[in-house]
């Protein structure tokens, strides 16, 4: 059996992801409902209906319970609870189980390390007594706090045990991941799709590259070897299992000189370094998010070209007034997508452009004077 077109579908949260979300699942005929606590929204002013609430609103969740077949979500911070709420009610993909574990980078860190799967090396810091016992030789390293961090937020880097204390006040004295800062050659993400049957499909895998702790630019396929993106994914495979997962799943890797992989974080969703596949495969990320969520066959993730670059668009591009998006479309193989924020804020993610084409090496080269054009 399958959720069938014109059902209404839920959404918990209402950002670009979620827009990206809807688009997919109103063009193959379904209704989405968006909860999300903002009058305004990406995904909210384009769903069939938006329920202005908090995510923990009993009201709102039983709206959503009773008028949605399945519900969904567009990022991690979702409380686990509003979950195991909903899924007395209806589908609920992927589940509180799941996303309670990769939400907070404690509960994420341990999971991974117990099961047996490659991470660098770091502490859980609980509170300030742990401080004095953090071992020198994970500095200099980066400070993370364990809830609702993004784009390098809620992280600290540092240089020397002694900063340290500085470092978690600053970060609100709350529990705390310390990882060892590693020289990384490489990122690379796995994006893949499991269903409730163990069938597993992986998207094309890309190198990301960040600025500043936000990702910048993904390129696709990675050049790496074919044993290094197998590798990977069967740990994101492994991942899945282990989670007993459905849905869209992303696991985020570091890439050390002697092709060494480490997972750095799981995102139990849609990934902004998968964004390409809306214009590079067949199937895109979100349409394989809503096929899983409606129990519906996966597309085919092949490459529809061989080469694609995917830029994000930061609020500061605005520093001068609107962007002439002539710079960008003028170019027929690449394709923009702004997600209707009002308000452009400096590393706010606005938009991103991918541009597609025959090679990696053409596709950076036109990504290099797409953004020497624009100044970014
Ligand atoms: P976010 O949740 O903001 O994506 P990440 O933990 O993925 O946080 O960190 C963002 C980026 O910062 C990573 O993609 C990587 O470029 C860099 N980074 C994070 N942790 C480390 C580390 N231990 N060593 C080196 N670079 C790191
Ligand atoms: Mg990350």
Not at 174 to 190: G, N, Y
Not at 338 to 363: C, I, S
């Amino acid at each position: 059996m399958y959720i069938k077109p014109g059902t209404m579908l839920g959404l918990l949260g209402g950002g670009q992801l979620g827009r990206m979300f809807t688009v997919a699942a109103q063009q193959m005929g379904y209704r989405v409902t968006v909860l999300d606590p903002a009058a305004e929204s990406p995904a909210g002013s384009i769903a069939e209906h938006h329920l202005q609430a908090d995510y923990l609103d009993d009201d709102a969740l039983d709206e959503l319970g009773s008028t949605c077949a399945a519900v969904t979500i567009e990022f991690e911070n979702v409380p686990a609870q509003a979950l195991r709420y909903l899924a007395r009610r209806c589908i609920v993909s992927p589940d509180a189980e799941s996303v309670s574990i990769v939400q907070n980078r404690i509960r994420e860190k341990l999971f991974l390390a117990e099961n047996g799967f490659p991470v660098g090396p770091f502490a859980v810091i609980h509170d300030g007594q742990n401080l004095p016992w953090v071992d020198v030789s994970l500095f200099p390293g980066i400070l993370k706090s364990s809830q609702s961090g993004y784009d390098g937020k809620g992280q600290i880097r540092i240089e020397h045990a002694d900063i340290l204390p500085e470092a978690f006040t600053a970060l609100g004295n709350k529990p705390c991941v310390l990882e060892k800062r590693l020289s990384l050659t490489r990122e690379i993400s796995v994006v893949l799709a499991r269903d409730n049957l163990d069938q597993v499909t992986f998207f094309p895998v890309p190198e990301n590259r960040h600025k500043q702790g936000i990702l910048d630019m993904s390129i696709i396929p990675a050049t790496l070897s074919d044993g290094v993106i197998e590798k990977a994914r069967e740990i994101a495979r492994q991942i899945a299992i282990r989670l007993n997962y459905a849905g869209i799943l992303c696991v985020e890797f570091f890439v050390l000189d002697d092709d060494q992989i480490l997972v750095n974080e799981i995102a139990p969703r849609p990934h902004n370094s998968g964004h390409y596949s809306l214009n590079a495969c067949v199937t895109s990320q979100f349409e394989q998010q809503v096929r899983i969520l409606c129990g519906l066959p996966h597309g085919s993730t092949r490459l529809v070209q061989e080469a694609a670059v995917m830029t994000n668009i930061l609020g500061d591009l605005w520093k001068n007034g609107e962007p002439d998006w002539n710079r960008i479309l003028c170019h027929p193989q690449t394709k923009l997508h702004l997600y209707g924020k009002r308000a452009a804020k400096p590393g706010r993610k606005m938009g991103h452009f991918t541009v597609l084409a025959n090679t990696v090496e053409e596709a950076l080269q036109q990504t290099a004077r797409i953004r020497q054009d624009l100044q970014f």
